[in-house]
């Protein structure tokens, strides 16, 4: 290969504690343009547990299972419409969704009961047979995501420190729901602590962000996690990305197995190929932030909607950049749209700032991309791809020996993009 920037082969560590940061800014990515809603939630019922007296361990839980309690949602419109009404329609379905994606993840299916019932109201809740500790941590994050609901509505688009001057009406509308919807001796203590100017002055995500970092009392939480955990947590990300639009149905888990077959294919060591898996699996991480209109648009792009569109590598990038501090899994995720020849994006890279793993992931999303069905197209067949690929490369956008690599495999690749029965 020529001019490639050599890739760097080296040993990183995540806690959990990172990784559960990275997973609550990606889902907060969801609301566009209203995000930090999974902060907020962790931030009011982490402080109203320390009012309530819980131990320490029980305080910790509970911010964390408010960070990812909406994991069940991807959809822009599902989103707005929970935080938009105080009693939405159809909550279930979404803590039913997120219910079975924990349970999928071994790292972080202790929290999976919880968020099934995140919005079961108390007097149903207490019914249910559900550990108390269980009982407990649901309930309060059920009013808590609900008092940021009404904190929303009582802004009013006006500047966020004047929600302290509606501190007794948000009171009031909590009160109603007393013993109903919400647990009485929650209602109290968070009625206690609206009353506090701090609590919501303090309500900045990167205040919220910096409280799991003292966290020590659970054990689990300190213990770096393998490369098996970063990929569960991969795929649980990708299946949230992936469930944004029916149009990119499993593209991020299809990325993911292609790097890697083209990775072991080049005779990249396995340590880079396991990383460059994982990549492959978040690196539309960003898109949860684009609209849902502009990704199911049926039709070309204005200069504006694709513009939006182009965001998303830097959405990607942020998202990563605390998880993998140590790592190039986030450089390889943010590089999948730059080109050799510097006409790529969002940086303008060239050939001399991409290594090889940037340089598959680069080329696989674009193969991958032409293989799935899109709102304005059927996928196209394995001619018709090279048709669009090969030019690229005689144009010096991509590789030509790592898409050398892709035609000699052509149908293996082909079938692996296109089997959605293949989800690992």
């Not at 997973?23 to 320390?50: F, P, Q, T, W």
């Not at 393998?226 to 149009?247: C, H, M, W, Y």
């Not at 340590?271 to 039709?299: F, N, S, W």
Request: with cysteine; proline share 3%.
């Amino acid at each position: 290969m020529e001019a490639v920037r050599p890739y760097q082969d080296i040993e990183f560590s995540v806690d959990l504690k990172h990784a559960l940061i990275w997973v609550a800014r990606a889902l907060d990515y969801v609301g566009v343009d209203d995000i930090h809603h999974n902060h907020r939630v962790a931030y009011i019922s982490y402080e109203c547990a320390k009012i309530l007296k819980w131990d320490i361990k029980k305080q910790e839980f509970c911010f964390l299972a408010g960070l990812i309690h909406d994991c069940g949602v991807s959809q822009t419109q599902e989103h707005t419409n929970l935080v938009s009404h105080f009693k939405p329609d159809d909550p279930s379905i979404h803590c039913i969704h997120g219910y079975e994606e924990l349970n999928k993840c071994k790292v972080l299916s202790r929290f999976s009961n919880i968020i099934r019932h995140h919005h079961t109201a108390w007097d149903i809740l207490q019914g249910l047979q559900l550990s108390i500790f269980e009982k407990d941590i649901a309930a309060l994050i059920f009013i808590a995501d609900r008092l940021d609901v009404l904190r929303a509505r009582n802004m009013d688009n006006e500047h966020s420190d004047l929600i302290t001057l509606k501190k007794r009406s948000i009171t009031e509308q909590l009160n109603e729901y007393k013993g109903t919807l919400f647990r009485p001796e929650y209602v109290d203590a968070m009625c206690q602590l609206t009353s506090r100017d701090g609590f919501w002055f303090s309500m900045e995500p990167e205040n919220i962000e910096s409280i799991p970092l003292s966290f020590t009392h659970l054990d689990w939480l300190q213990e770096d996690l393998t490369i098996q955990n970063l990929t569960e947590l991969g795929l649980f990300i990708a299946r949230i990305v992936d469930a944004k639009s029916p149009f990119t149905f499993q593209h991020s888990i299809k990325v993911a197995q292609l790097c890697r077959f083209l990775a072991t294919k080049l005779k990249l060591p396995t340590q880079i190929t396991q990383q460059l898996y994982v990549a492959g699996l978040v690196h539309d991480i960003g898109k949860l932030r684009t609209p849902d209109e502009i990704l199911h648009k049926q039709g070309s792009l204005t200069k504006e909607e694709y513009t939006r569109i182009r965001r998303h590598t830097i959405d990607t990038e942020i998202a990563l950049k605390m998880v993998f501090p140590g790592s190039k899994i986030g450089e390889w995720a943010t590089n999948h749209h730059e080109r050799l020849d510097g006409s790529g994006y969002p940086n303008n890279k060239q050939a001399l700032d991409l290594d090889t793993p940037s340089r598959i992931i680069a080329i696989v999303d674009v193969f991958q991309a032409l293989s799935q069905d899109r709102p304005y197209r059927s996928r196209l067949s394995k001619d018709e791809i090279v048709e669009i690929m090969y030019p690229m490369v005689k144009r010096n956008e991509l590789d030509k020996d790592i898409y050398h690599c892709l035609e000699v495999n052509l149908e293996e690749c082909y079938q692996l993009s296109t089997d959605l029965s293949a989800s690992h």
